[in-house]
């Protein structure tokens, strides 16, 4: 996604920006770093999922390089999704990270490593360290110059952005729980969402935005997490392996389809049958114990 074209569609003609820094919100009015007040019929809160030690985090540190640094790194590949080697200075028993590799433009690609969720996660510190050992081991020296990324952000909304009809203060996004806790992707079911929030805002309600299809969803893909974050270090590999082994289909509707709890079962189902006995264990114990933070 173009984040520099999505800002400029949205901020042509779609109202009033106003730069600041929310301290404190509640229903219809927004404090300010500055002092300031702004007053609304509605405020919606789309803060994102916060930033606490009590929440699964996903972390990352990348280099952006040329595209001749990236295909060396890549072994000529156009991209890679989930890179699982161990060239990156770690043991079997070390927390797992992998190298993710896509183009940001033609001359431009990004090569990252990334603890896709941890609790508590892995520093960045420590994935800048594993993404350079790892390009020393491929021949690669990154110029000092190059731009570089840093990313951290939880994966699970914070405790009081529940999905309960009585909730007074409006949320949405991340902030609501749209963030798939198994990628840490949002955005593009937020923006499919924006007309469905409006409608609910206009009828008083959040029928549409949280239908019983989507709470069970979210409700599957939070022991998904769970899952994850269970996992010994040297069966997360393998857990990919089944996952990418699955039909299309059924990955597209664990990934994508907020509303579908039977493909998101149907997934999770195959998943468990393809998985080693060890695996297993951590699902059924994932999806019988309940989590109390």
């Not at 002092?35 to 990352?60: C, E, F, I, N, Y």
């Not at 060396?72 to 770690?90: I, K, Q, S």
């Not at 493909?263 to 994932?286: C, N």
């Amino acid at each position: 996604m173009n984040t520099s074209v999505l800002q400029s569609i949205l901020g042509s003609g779609c109202g009033t920006v106003l730069a600041g820094r929310a301290v404190d919100l509640s229903p219809t009015s927004v404090q300010l770093d500055d002092g300031s007040t702004l007053k609304a019929h509605v405020v919606v809160d789309a803060r994102g999922t916060g930033d606490s030690p009590d929440l699964a985090q996903q972390t990352a540190y990348g280099v952006v390089v040329d595209p001749d640094t990236a295909a060396h790194a890549l072994a000529g590949e156009a991209a890679v999704f989930m890179d699982w080697r161990r060239d990156n200075g770690t043991s079997p028993s070390d927390a797992p990270s992998f190298l993710y590799g896509v183009p940001l433009a033609q001359d431009r690609f990004l090569l990252e490593e990334t603890c896709l969720v941890g609790r508590p996660p892995l520093p960045i510190s420590e994935l800048a360290t594993r993404l350079h050992d790892r390009l020393r081991q491929r021949g690669i020296t990154v110029p000092s110059h190059s731009d570089v990324e840093r990313v951290r952000f939880a994966v699970e909304p914070p405790p009081e952005a529940g999905r309960a009809h009585s909730s007074d203060q409006v949320r949405f996004g991340a902030r609501a729980g749209l963030m798939h806790p198994g990628t840490g992707y949002s955005v593009a079911a937020s923006l499919l969402c924006a007309d469905v929030l409006a409608r609910d805002l206009r009828d008083g309600s959040n029928a549409r935005l949280w239908p019983w299809k989507a709470r069970t969803v979210a409700s599957l893909r939070s022991v998904g997490l769970r899952v994850l974050l269970n996992l010994d270090s040297e069966h997360v590999p393998e857990f990919f392996e089944h996952f990418f082994d699955l039909p299309p289909q059924l990955q597209a509707a664990y990934l994508s389809e907020r509303s579908n709890p039977r493909g998101t079962l149907s997934a999770m189902g195959r998943m468990f049958r393809a998985s080693s006995g060890d695996i297993r264990s951590v699902i059924l114990r994932s999806t019988l114990r309940r989590e109390v933070r």
